[in-house]
Nanobody, 115 residues
Framework: QVQLVESGGGLVQAGGSLRLSCTVS????????IHWYRQAPGKQREWVAA???????NYSTSVKGRFTIYRDNTKKTVYLQMNSLQSEATAVYYC?????????WGQGTQVTVSS
């Protein structure tokens, strides 16, 4: 059973930054893509960013240019650096594989942006 552990969330003022971490217990970590998702209160979970096994990245239009996803295969960890945070970024952030091939969700990490 693969375990996903997200961390790094917290309370930050608008314009601030946070770095989220996602540690994956899978032995195949280095050959799989990892995605970040988020779920705001009262809304459906939405896709945020992804990084492929080779390091290629992709971002939703709402975060492109402000968020950066990267990975450290030696630590089996994917990071999400979030800059210039605005209130709409307030959500619980989760990591997982691509939709349609998901593992069980982790507990997520709460990000709250105060204006």
């Amino acid at each position: 059973q693969v375990q996903l552990v997200e961390s790094g969330g917290g309370l930050v003022q608008a314009g601030g930054s946070l770095r989220l971490s996602c540690t994956v217990s899978a032995t195949i970590f280095r050959i799989i893509g990892i995605h970040w998702y988020r779920q705001a209160p009262g809304k459906q979970r939405e896709w945020v960013a992804a990084i492929g096994a080779g390091g290629a990245t992709n971002y939703s239009t709402s975060v492109k240019g402000r968020f950066t996803i990267y990975r450290d295969n030696t630590k089996k960890t994917v990071y999400l650096q979030m800059n210039s945070l605005q209130s709409e970024a307030t959500a619980v952030y989760y990591c997982n594989r691509a939709s349609g091939n998901l593992w069980s969700w982790g507990q997520g990490t709460q990000v709250t942006v105060s204006s």
